[in-house]
T-cell receptor, first 111, second 117 residues
Framework: ELKVEQNPLFLSMQEGKNYTIYCNYS?????LYWYRQDPGKSLESLFV???NGAVKQEGRLMASLDTKARLSTLHITAAVHDLSATYFC???????????WGAGTKLIIKP | DTGVSQDPRHKITKRGQNVTFRCDPI?????LYWYRQTLGQGPEFLTY????????KSRLLSDRFSAERPKGSFSTLEIQRTEQGDSAMYLC???????????????FGEGSWLTVV
C-alpha cells in the first residue's frame, strides 16, 4: 500500500524557534512536493524536489529529499507567526501520475 | 488573475440532486487534475487529464462522478445523485507538462465547497 506519513501532525511553537517536519513515504518516487494551506483556502506550492540530495530554500523554509531513506524534511528557521498554516507533503510514485498526500502538519506559531 | 479558477466556490444541495463544478486552468497548461479534500485530511486524487484525454481515474471514484475536458481547456466535474458523504472541497489543479524530468509545479485553484444536506 502506498503511504505518505507526516510527523508531527500538530505542532505548536514559539516565534524565533527552529523546527523540522518529516515526511516518510513507502514507495519509490521521482518527485516530492511540499504545499502550504491556510484555513479554508487552497494549496500553495512551496517546493518540488526531484532528486536525491535535493535541497531548496525559500525564506525561512528549507526542504530536502533523501530518496534512499524515502524521507523529506521541511525545516523552519526562526519561525514567525505568518508561517502558521497546515503543511502537506505529496509524493508522485514512479508508476503513475497520481499524487499521494500526507495527512498534513498543522503548525501554530505563537508570538 | 491568471491562476486556476473554480466555480461555484460554494454549493449547498439536497441529497439526490446533481451538481456540476467548473474549472478553468492556467492558460496553456496541458494537465488538469481534480482532487477532493475533507476537513483535516490531505487531498484525495479523483481524476486527471492531459489535454482533452482523461488519462487516469481513481478507483475510489464511483460511477456517480464524471469529469470532462472537451476542448482541452476548461473542465467540468459532475456528481449525480449526491450523497451526504460527497460533502467536501473539490479542488482543481493544473500544470504544464514538458517532459518527465521537468519539475512541473502543480497549481491549485481555490476549491469548490460542496455541502449535501
Amino acid at each position: 500500500e502506498l503511504k505518505v506519513e507526516q510527523n508531527p501532525l500538530f505542532l505548536s511553537m514559539q516565534e524565533g524557534k527552529n523546527y523540522t517536519i518529516y515526511c516518510n513515504y513507502s514507495t519509490t518516487s521521482d518527485r516530492l512536493y511540499w504545499y502550504r494551506q491556510d484555513p479554508g483556502k487552497s494549496l500553495e506550492s512551496l517546493f518540488v524536489l526531484l532528486s536525491n540530495g535535493a535541497v531548496k530554500q525559500e525564506g525561512r523554509l528549507m526542504a530536502s529529499l533523501d530518496t534512499k531513506a524515502r524521507l523529506s524534511t521541511l525545516h523552519i528557521t526562526a519561525a514567525v507567526h505568518d508561517l502558521s498554516a497546515t503543511y502537506f507533503c505529496a509524493v508522485r510514485p514512479d508508476s503513475n501520475y497520481q499524487l499521494i498526500w500526507g495527512a498534513g502538519t498543522k503548525l501554530i506559531i505563537k508570538p | 488573475d491568471t491562476g486556476v479558477s473554480q466555480d461555484p466556490r460554494h454549493k449547498i444541495t439536497k441529497r439526490g440532486q446533481n451538481v456540476t463544478f467548473r474549472c478553468d486552468p492556467i492558460s496553456e497548461h496541458n494537465r488538469l487534475y481534480w482532487y477532493r479534500q475533507t476537513l483535516g485530511q490531505g487531498p484525495e486524487f479523483l481524476t486527471y487529464f492531459q489535454n482533452e484525454a482523461q488519462l487516469e481515474k481513481s478507483r475510489l471514484l464511483s460511477d456517480r462522478f464524471s469529469a470532462e475536458r472537451p476542448k482541452g481547456s476548461f473542465s467540468t466535474l459532475e456528481i449525480q445523485r449526491t450523497e451526504q458523504g460527497d460533502s467536501a472541497m473539490y479542488l482543481c489543479a493544473s500544470s504544464l507538462f514538458r517532459d518527465i524530468r521537468s519539475g512541473n509545479t502543480i497549481y491549485f485553484g481555490e476549491g469548490s465547497w460542496l455541502t449535501v444536506v
